[in-house]
């Protein structure tokens, strides 16, 4: 019997009709049976970042990201590129995790997806840079950019492109790999 590895999935997205969170879905369908997701939805809750704040936990929002976090061996995050970076509540996200170390040694996998051509390589990179910062654990074929999302998922958010399901099935075994 193949090991129960748990996933917390993250939208950089707080937009309801967002690509990146219908992304998010897709690849969950994806999954192997073994791989159980919990979907993160408290992005929008968390106060602005402020280490004054940071104190036994920190609020109660940031002390639910953080158990999740804890609970969860492996992360998966599909965001949007914002203003040439990473959206603004995603990066506040992770700046209340800088100094507590729930990504410390955590397989992660990250996915931008963008309608422009470049697939969101900005905010891949800077997220890139973050979670090397706070020593996630990037799985090796963890990373993917994804260009002209609004190309590639129908009106109602399903994958319609191949080689792109294909590249998230791969991304999806890397991340179980370094998860094992």
Not at 24 to 36: F, K, S, Y
Not at 160 to 171: F, Y
Request: some cysteine; proline content about 5%; hydrophobic content about 40%.
């Amino acid at each position: 019997m193949e090991k129960i590895i748990k996933v917390l999935a993250i939208s950089g997205s707080l937009r309801q009709k967002s690509s990146n969170t219908a992304l998010m879905h897709e690849i969950i369908g994806l999954a192997r049976e073994n791989i159980n997701f919990t979907i993160y939805n408290g992005l929008g809750d968390l106060p602005h970042f402020n280490p004054d704040l940071d104190v036994d936990d920190g609020p109660e929002t940031v002390l639910d990201l953080r158990t999740q976090l804890n609970e969860a061996d492996a992360v998966l995050i599909c965001t949007p590129e914002y203003g040439n970076g990473v959206p603004g509540v995603l990066k506040n996200a992770l700046d209340w995790l800088v100094s507590s170390g729930q990504f410390m040694n955590k397989p992660t996998a990250v996915v931008t997806a963008s309608p422009t051509p470049m697939g969101g390589d900005k905010a891949h990179d800077s997220i890139l840079l973050t979670l090397n910062m706070i020593n996630a654990k990037i799985a090796e074929g963890g990373t993917m950019m994804i260009p002209h999302i609004n190309l590639k998922l129908n009106k109602e958010g399903v994958l319609t492109d191949a080689l792109t399901e294909a590249g998230l099935r791969s991304l999806l075994e890397s991340l179980v790999k370094a998860s094992s």
